[in-house]
């Protein structure tokens, strides 16, 4: 499981503030964070070399190599080419590839793994009749994150190739942490527990009637929160905001009716041109159902146009505390005793039972 992302900053916040040392905004977090866990990510395989060389045991839980196989078998993935340009021998690397492992050739019988030369072994290679490439020995040389395969697949007239010719056994980098939130009422930075998605939509968004409410649409004035949706697409959780201003019971217009995605929103599957509507009773003795504007691209998330949606760190829990002194450290502050992270992280508990009391 990896760490939770709020967990972390909240705990770096809270020894900031005892040390006196100002404060990290969301944004500074979020690139230390990424930081950090890359470093960290990098170790997995430094360690995993040095307990090669090391005396070794198949003790339940005492294998140092176990567990840093478990620490990165996260990331390990088996992909094809990301491109291709029929017909051609050269196949790009999948977009996502951060350390190469083995390669293999998918595109002929046995699917045999490639061997990896310079252009000046290929070379020295192909002078031989006995060293040559065949279909049972392949070779490839790289370059610009691309293989040169030899030899080019020539099955087909003419000959046809893809990207699942070659398939890419490698590690993936691990997606980068992300702090989401959005400003409260009185400015502050409230976070956004929603896991970042672009098909989810943005907290606060105003969205008006389509094309207007039915002739006739009362409901009692006041404030609803967290009001049930529907959708003419796959997309659930939808939750708005509704405000009508007056008293009593009162006549629906754009004039007195405020719609916005509630705090409460837990959206998902939603896209560009879907519809939302309203059910008659959903809220405040609503007579009528009524349906909205289409969703535009500027109500969905992305990393460009809100802050909101988190992403935990992907590497194990285990690390927390590595995580959580290493920010501290690009912060300036350098705690020398594991206990005072620890003790962050019960006060940081007891805070969030004593919430749900």
């Known amino acids: 499981m990896g760490i939770n992302v709020n967990t972390v900053y909240t705990t770096v916040l809270s020894i900031l503030n005892k040390e006196q040392r100002g404060y990290l905004t969301p944004y500074e977090y979020n690139l230390l964070a990424s930081q950090v866990q890359l470093e960290v990510f990098e170790t997995f395989f430094e360690d995993y070399n040095q307990y090669l ?5 198949d003790e339940e839980y005492a294998s140092r190599i176990e567990h840093v196989r478990d620490e990165y078998q996260l990331f390990e993935k088996f992909e094809s080419a990301s491109a291709n340009t029929n017909p051609s021998n050269v196949y790009t690397y999948p977009t996502d590839l951060h350390r190469l492992g083995s390669v293999f050739y998918n595109g002929v019988k046995g699917s045999p793994r ?16 006995l060293t040559q490439p065949s279909e049972t020995f392949p070779i ?3 370059k610009d994150n691309k293989l040169t395969v030899y030899p080019q697949i020539t099955n087909g007239n003419p000959a046809v190739t ?5 398939k890419f056994s490698y590690m993936r980098k691990p997606t980068d942490p992300r702090w989401g939130f959005y400003v409260g009422d009185l400015g502050q930075y409230i976070y956004d527990s929603r896991t970042f998605s672009t098909s989810k939509l943005i907290i606060g968004q105003t969205f008006t009637v389509f094309p207007s409410f039915p002739v006739g649409t009362t409901a009692a004035a006041g404030t609803y929160t967290g009001v049930v949706t529907s959708t003419n697409g796959v997309g659930t959780g939808c939750l708005l905001d509704i405000t009508i201003a007056g008293s009593g019971t009162i006549t629906l217009s754009s004039a007195n009716t405020t719609i916005k995605i509630s705090t409460l929103d837990n959206s998902s599957g939603y896209a560009v041109n879907n519809a939302l509507s309203v059910a008659a009773g959903a809220f405040g003795s609503l007579n009528n159902g009524f349906s909205l504007r289409l969703i535009e691209a500027k109500d969905l998330m992305t990393k460009t146009n809100t802050t909101q949606g988190s992403i935990d760190y992907e590497i194990d829990d285990s690390q927390r505390n590595t995580v959580t002194m290493e920010i501290l450290k690009y912060s300036g502050v350098i705690v020398k005793d594991p206990g005072v992270v620890n003790a962050a992280y019960k006060e940081l508990a007891e805070d969030q039972a004593n919430e749900k009391r």
């Open 53 to 57: 060389r090391m005396p070794k045991t």
């Open 140 to 142: 490839a040389t790289f």
């Open 114 to 129: 490639i061997q990896l030369v310079s252009q000046r072994e290929f070379r020295q290679l192909n002078m031989s009749p």
């Open 162 to 166: 893809s990207v699942s010719d070659v």
